[in-house]
């Protein structure tokens, strides 16, 4: 089996999040021999308990025995609503695997193409703007470090066990564990989300790459203005004005294929989301201000949820836009020079232009900023009926 994925290399960012589910086994990869395929099934299972089973059985204990006291309900929730949505998004990436890697290989088989230098360059630009977008991940991998705020013989996240996790080494198991569960669930959800923004990123450069071959659909011919263009001319634009309805058509499908495969799954995410940005803003207001580690963990926690739902919002937001600007790019070339089919096609794909890619959270809204709005006003609705019940 090799180590690491072969697609995907054109976006480093989002070469890096496949890898990383591959490597806990959410991501299963094509190439395996038979002691492999009888060997992985325990291999995804263990990493499974051991990043979000374990905790969610524990958290899910605890709660049940704590069941009518309001605040330490919410302590026990927030985490354990990020171990349901994390859950839900391993589901939907064993089922829409095969769906996964052909639009990775279809993007692939697009950016290796190009050859143009300002191509070139226009992926060189949307890589290194993926990488600056990576400050949301790192700030909810810092929650890994959240045990550096416990007090003595305290396990930071509450939990039921089975054993007294007050006493050794019952105490040291649980607080390794806890540690380190954080700290790969961090790593994996993050990993997750960050490759569907990069899947709708990588979309967006390829809307960019075809409004560049469209601004260059006339180079080396005479446009005055003034009489039309030749026959031959007139194949040649014909030629690839059909390469770039093609690649427009393609690239329709592919946003069509990303919101098949996580729509549900964002809906999923925003909806836990609002839940948590309620929940966490609570508890913020119960910290003790000399508790100063636990209140600077619970701030970035706070933030890395509301600019991860900012993220998908963004990207949905600029999806939408930039699929309709290619209606404009058509409406500055020469129309006048061509000939009355190609005027006729130029027109049609106008038309289909105004009708943007969008991207939504299982139908139910699509991603924009309006919609980033609409979450923070209803956590904080949600925030001030639970302080309402807790009076």
């Known amino acids: 089996m090799k180590l690491f994925i072969a697609n995907g290399k054109k976006n480093t960012v989002l070469w890096i999040c496949l890898n990383v589910l591959r490597w806990v086994g959410f991501l299963v990869p094509d190439e395996l021999t038979a002691f492999q395929k ?5 291999y995804t299972t263990f990493w499974f308990m051991f990043i979000v089973g374990i905790m ?25 609503f990020t171990d349901f949505v994390f859950i839900f998004k391993i589901i939907n990436l064993f089922t829409k695997r095969k769906e996964l890697f052909d639009i990775v290989r279809n993007d692939d088989e697009e950016l290796n193409t190009e050859e143009r230098e300002e191509g070139k360059a226009i992926i060189e630009r ?18 890994a470090l959240s045990w550096f705020a416990t007090e003595d013989r305290t396990l930071f996240y509450r939990a039921w066990y089975p054993v007294d996790v007050t006493k050794s080494p019952a105490y040291e198991i649980a607080y390794v564990h806890q540690s380190l569960a954080v700290m790969f669930i961090a790593l994996t959800n993050g990993s997750f989300d960050i490759m569907v923004i990069s899947l709708v990123a990588v979309c967006r450069l390829r809307i960019k790459l075809l409004q560049l071959t469209l601004r ?25 004005l059909r390469a770039c309805i093609i690649k427009h ?14 729509s549900y799954s964002i809906l999923a995410q925003f909806t836990v989301s ?45 999806i939408s836009e930039e699929s309709v600007e290619i209606a404009d790019t058509l409406y500055e070339m020469p129309l006048y020079v061509c000939s009355l089919p190609i005027r006729k096609s ?38 001030t009926v639970l302080r309402q019940v807790e009076e």
């Open 274 to 318: 609002i839940v948590i940005l309620c929940v966490s803003a609570y508890q913020l207001g119960e910290i003790e201000l000399n508790s100063k580690c636990r209140l600077a963990f619970m701030i970035a926690y706070l933030l890395s949820m509301a600019i991860e739902v900012f993220m998908y919002c963004y990207h949905g937001n600029c």
């Open 56 to 80: 969610t059985i524990a958290q899910f204990g605890d709660l049940l025995q704590i069941w009518g006291n309001v605040p330490l309900m919410v302590e026990t929730s927030y985490l354990l």
């Open 126 to 143: 949307s890589n290194r703007d993926m990488f600056r977008q990576l400050t949301p991940f790192i700030m909810y991998a810092g929650s």
């Open 346 to 383: 130029l027109l049609v794909m106008m038309v289909r232009s105004r009708r943007p890619i969008e991207l939504t959270a299982g139908g139910f809204a699509t991603l924009s900023l309006g919609c980033f709005m609409s979450i923070m006003k209803i956590s904080y609705s949600f925030f």
């Open 249 to 262: 058509q393609a690239i329709l499908e592919s946003g069509f294929q990303i919101r098949e495969c996580f």
């Open 38 to 42: 009888a060997l992985r099934p325990l």
């Open 216 to 240: 260059n659909l006339f180079q080396d011919m005479e446009v005055d203005g003034k009489r039309l263009l030749s026959d031959d001319d007139n194949r040649k634009v014909a030629e690839r």
